[in-house]
């Protein structure tokens, strides 16, 4: 997914001028972050180099066609971090796109500082929420939320402040495996209304949306 240590990306956009600037600004970030491939169509996240890479950030607006709303669903299926970065900049859009599976949503205008730390973010499964995305979470007041015991949202909030299960599991008194059975069982909630969580990114994403934690505890 990597070349060395380097960060691989692939970049959908059907705007030259907008491939170009981002790869100029992944050619100057510390460390620097390699684009395998650029292109106008989502096929080139599936055609080799594209397809290796470990991230893929997507225009939505392809072609002046209706938001890739497909497309997204189909390379988070495939298990690709996708970035979703566009110049629309509605709540609901943004939702949209997180309840699809995005790891996260960036607008244009959040530019170079976001979309580079966005990336190196998704390349490590690490959450990131940019302020569009936040206040996009702020705002929203869909009634479709599971229904977590208090223990199972203990050990998720944990899970998002802690560098790994075991770190969990030792301020717990309980197992990396008891950790793993909680996750799991959030997760199932999650997908039993309707609005899957596959990365802990994801669940992230969710846990704010619901009111679980805050950014800034993060």
């Given amino acids: 997914m990597a070349t060395g240590d380097a960060i691989t990306v692939t970049l959908i956009d059907d705007h030259p ?89 960036l607008t244009k205008a959040e530019g170079e500082e976001h979309l580079t730390a966005a990336t190196v973010a998704a390349a490590h499964d690490l959450p990131y929420t940019p302020p569009a995305l936040a206040g996009a979470f702020g705002a929203d007041a869909a009634p479709d939320r599971p229904n977590l015991s208090l223990r199972e949202e203990e050990v998720l909030i944990e899970w998002f402040q802690c560098e790994s299960k075991e770190l969990v599991a030792r301020k717990l008194g309980i197992t990396p495996r ?26 992230v994403a969710r846990a704010i949306q619901d009111g679980l934690i805050d950014v800034d505890e993060l």
């Fill in 17 to 105: 001028v907008v491939l170009a600037g981002m790869e100029y600004w992944y050619s100057t970030a510390d460390p620097p972050i390699k684009v395998v491939a650029s292109g106008a169509t989502v096929k080139t996240a599936w055609a080799p180099p594209g397809d290796a890479a470990a991230v893929v950030v997507l225009d939505l607006q392809l072609g002046g066609c209706p938001p890739a709303y497909d497309d997204l669903r189909r390379l988070v299926d495939a298990g690709r971090q996708v970035i979703v970065y566009t110049m629309r900049d509605d709540e609901k859009t943004a939702l949209t796109c997180m309840d699809l599976g995005a790891f996260t949503f």
């Fill in 178 to 203: 008891t950790v793993n059975s909680y996750l799991d069982r959030v997760r199932i909630k999650y997908a039993n209304v309707g609005r899957e969580a596959r990365t802990k990114a994801n669940l």
